[in-house]
């Protein structure tokens, strides 16, 4: 199993911008595909990015395209979620999420295909 520990998480005006780290530990990132999801309370914990092994697939939420971006270094262990022109409904607990794949090309959108997970980073957009 692998380790997911997000950072950069705050609080930030309408308009601005974060980048969210999800630093990996335990194993390397190579051969797992990477996600974001986000959550707010009540509400279920839904897909916003993903990224393949081999970086060379992404996949946004159609609410994120545009605005955010999915990257990876895999020689720090590290996924990125840059994310830009932030909107108030952008307002969740952000987690990454891994999961071991032998395709390189291969993104998941769905969280029941995800069984590493780490423990969320809040970001909160005021008006």
């Known amino acids: 199993q692998v380790q997911l520990v997000e950072s950069g998480g705050g609080l930030v005006q309408a308009g601005g911008s974060l980048r969210l780290s999800c630093a990996a530990s335990g194993r390397t990132l190579h051969s797992y595909s990477m996600g974001w999801f986000r959550q707010v309370p009540g509400k279920e914990r839904e897909f916003v990015a993903a990224?393949?092994?081999?970086?060379?697939?992404?996949y946004y939420e159609d609410a994120v395209k545009g605005r955010f971006i999915i990257s990876r270094d895999n020689t720090k262990n590290t996924v990125y979620l840059q994310m830009n022109s932030l909107k108030p409904e952008d307002t969740a607990a952000y987690y990454c999420a891994a999961r071991y794949t032998y395709s390189p090309a291969t993104t998941y959108r769905s969280r029941y295909e995800y069984d590493n997970w780490g423990q969320g980073t809040q970001v909160t957009v005021s008006s």
């Open positions: 990224m393949s092994w081999g970086g060379t697939s992404t």
